[in-house]
């Protein structure tokens, strides 16, 4: 749910930032835009639309900012190689049936006094054919929900390695953004705070030479934009509910 929340935001501001143009009024977007938002920067600073994004999130839903508590195993989702992990089960599987069928051919035959294939590989046989049972069963499982999981995000085309490497990569360059939001507010504080103990001193004596202060920081929260708590973005997220 805090993940959804998230795309409900992300789209209600690529709608207001699209207007009336032909991207507008969007029911949805594809899932490759999540890493593409911190590439759109403003003119007049170095933030980017992921950390306006952040900080309306931030303020507006605080419980929807831990969604990438919900995703930690994505590092480990987004390595495996589904190709490469169903080669090798087919490879097992492959073995197992011909250990089968080597063990019913056996058998049937008379083997030499003492021989203890038969008495090793037959119970062995039987479990591995077992356990191959169960893994095709939860591999089984595994495609179904990841049809779920692409029919919901509307990406039914999508590979496990590409779609969890892409929301990894989203939930990576967010969590970057929430410690550079942090470090701007920290820093503009700091800047107000100096220029407030430099306004509190008294004059300096006529004749003093001073040095030129320093315009303070601007915080984050107070730069121009749509996210601002107020304004058209909480008349969209309202639409959305």
Partial sequence: ??????FEVLLAIGNYLNGNTFRGGAWGFKIDVLTKLGDTKSTASKMTLLHYIVEYIENKYPDAAEFANDLRNLTEASKISVPTVMQELKEVSTTVNELNKEVVLLQKQTLPPGDRFLALMTPFAEKATKVMADVNELNAKREAKFKEVCAYLGEEK?????LFGLLKTFTTQYE???VANKMERDKAERAAKKAAETASQPPKKPGTVTGSPSAPAIALRSA???LSPGGMMDDLMGAMR
Avoid: M, T
């Fill in 1 to 6: 749910k805090r993940l959804l929340r998230v």
């Fill in 158 to 162: 999508a590979q496990p390695e590409e």
């Fill in 176 to 178: 970057k953004a929430v």
């Fill in 224 to 226: 121009p934009s749509a």
